[in-house]
């Protein structure tokens, strides 16, 4: 395993289109986090997941954005009527809980474009 | 929630030289600090981080300092080279809430 994929690296859409990206984590670890990087900003949490449990998603940007991980291991973000404002980086972490977690593994990223 | 400034937002030193990053957070209850380095088409890259029972920690040319009182952490490059060239950004743990990022360019 050489650290978090993440798929596709790159999407068009048109507005109002729904997309799906998906994340596959490093196998040992049992925490998977969503974040959305806009130019020139810092990563912006929207929600994270312990093993299937999604335990924060009041981030969220809005209902037209969901995430699953069904089975603990892959993930799913999910955006539908696409919107131009949508248009952004959309990053997967992943990480091993526990008292002495350290930072995240990130993977490179799906760049969204909505034209 | 946490929030984190950081600054400069733009950073240009002469190959060899030391560059300085700094970054406040609101939350005392945050407790871990990491750093992170982005290049051009890729997801940020962990290259060192801090616990609050700690003041300073070094690796190799990277060292973070925090002070706990003022609520502020520092990154130190020293000896900079063209490829630390890239985007840093600070990072405090609550849910991992990140500053806003410093370009660093390092000119041969």
């Known amino acids: 395993d050489t650290g978090v994929s993440q798929d596709p690296r790159h999407k068009i859409t048109k507005r109002g289109q729904n997309v799906t990206f998906r994340c596959d984590p490093i196998?040992?670890?049992?925490?998977l986090y969503w974040y959305r990087q806009t130019l020139g900003q810092g990563p912006e949490f929207l929600t994270y997941?312990?093993?299937?449990?999604?335990?924060?998603k009041s981030r969220l940007l809005s209902d037209r954005f969901s995430a699953e991980r069904p089975k603990g291991s892959f993930s799913t973000l999910e955006i539908q009527r696409t919107e131009q404002g949508d248009s952004a980086m959309y990053l997967c972490?992943?990480?091993?809980?526990?008292?002495?977690?350290?930072?995240?593994?990130f993977g490179s990223g799906t760049r969204l474009t909505v034209v | 929630g946490e929030n984190v400034e950081q600054h400069p937002s733009t950073l240009s030193v002469q190959e060899g030289d030391s560059a300085v990053i700094k970054c406040t957070y609101s939350?005392?209850?945050?407790?871990?600090f990491p750093w992170y380095k982005q290049e051009l088409g890729k997801g940020p890259q962990l290259i060192i981080d801090?616990?609050?029972?700690?003041g300073e920690k070094k690796d190799q040319r990277i060292a973070v300092t925090l002070n706990k009182t003022a609520k502020h952490f520092s990154l130190h490059i020293t000896e900079t080279q063209p490829e630390d060239s890239a985007v840093y950004f600070c990072a405090a743990w609550g849910m991992l809430t990140f500053g806003g990022g410093t370009r660093l360019m390092v000119k041969p």
């Open positions: 196998s040992e670890h049992n925490r």
């Open positions: 801090i616990r609050s029972n700690v």
């Open positions: 997941f312990q093993n299937e449990a999604q335990l924060e």
């Open positions: 939350d005392s209850a945050s407790n871990y």
């Open positions: 972490a992943s990480s091993q809980g526990g008292r002495e977690t350290r930072g995240y593994t």
